[in-house]
């Protein structure tokens, strides 16, 4: 009598298994695509000099990656900055301090901050964060600068995280249990130590999480993070100067002068760059996760 039901159980379950499976191929298959495109330079470059050197001059045969992996880190470095404690505040307060109706309106113009194409964010760099970083330094220092710059990409890609990041947050400070939090008042505790120090802390593992979604979106950005970095091949001096992420040079470039000799794989090389940074990035926020719900048991 229960045949057919453990049947479809059972068929379902294989189902999952297959999908499942499927996800980590095409993962594997993404790798490999990635460096038997790439082995073309990887064969006549040594892996150190494409890794740490500065220069990028395609028409003379120099492929240095280290400008745009430092502006990569630098720009997702900054965002994160700024978007993890907003977030983290606007989280807690939304969900901890507000009455229903406020939060219902908020989850909802989050989620239309979410929607809004990154160029839309990108074109808004330009009128209104560019010029800021412009006309600010120049007020307060007397300082030239075009206001195209790692700060200007930061702050614009912190901007399209934090609805990620927040979204996530508040989930899941809302899913923590009621009677956590009303044995902690009972034994004394005031609202914003319970917060603190059973809500946050249950919630960590999901906040973790979260900024883990927030990070990838980062280091993948590239249309607006493009128009308002200023695409310069060189290393930062400093918040306000140029830079060059991977992604933009990908974007940039792809279909343009691919009959210069290894250009093509030195761009696939740098999509490989940016895949393992990822990944390097996922497993580390992995492994930090794991030990936070150690911690926590």
């Known amino acids: 009598m229960n045949s057919p039901r453990l049947l479809k159980d059972r068929i379902f379950s294989l189902l999952m298994q297959g999908l499942t499976i499927a996800s980590c191929l095409v993962l594997v298959l993404i790798f490999i695509c990635l460096l038997v495109k790439s082995s073309p330079l990887l064969i006549s470059k040594p892996l150190g000099e494409l890794l740490f050197s500065t220069n990028f001059r395609p028409l003379k045969g120099e492929f ?29 307060f939304l969900s901890e301090y507000t009455s229903g109706f406020i939060l219902k309106a908020m989850k909802s113009l989050i989620d239309v901050l979410s929607g809004i194409p990154s160029v839309i964010y990108g074109l808004w760099g330009i009128l209104v964060i560019v010029p800021l970083i ?38 899941v400070l809302q899913y923590v249990s009621r009677d956590l939090r009303e044995a902690a008042l009972s034994l004394g505790a005031t609202k914003w130590e319970t917060i603190k120090h059973v809500v946050l802390r249950k919630g960590s593992p999901g906040i973790i999480a979260g900024i883990v979604l927030g990070l990838s979106r980062a280091f993948g950005e590239t249309m607006a993070v493009m128009m308002v970095c200023g695409n310069v091949a060189r290393i930062p001096g400093s918040l306000l100067d140029p830079g060059y992420p991977l992604p933009a040079l990908i974007a940039n470039n792809y279909g343009e002068m691919l009959s210069v000799p290894l250009y093509d794989s030195a761009l696939l090389f740098a999509a490989f760059i940016l895949f393992l940074i990822v990944v390097v990035f996922n497993i580390i926020s992995r492994v930090i996760l794991l030990k936070v719900e150690r911690s926590i048991q």
């Open 64 to 92: 240095g990656f280290l400008a745009f992996i430092i502006g990569t880190l630098l720009v997702t470095g900054i965002a994160l900055i700024i978007a993890v404690p907003l977030s983290l505040l606007a989280a807690v």
């Open 134 to 171: 412009k006309e600010t330094i120049w007020l307060l220092f007397r300082k030239s600068v075009s206001g195209y710059s790692i700060l200007a990409g930061g702050i614009v890609l912190s901007l399209m995280i934090i609805p990620v990041i927040l979204h996530v947050s508040i989930e």
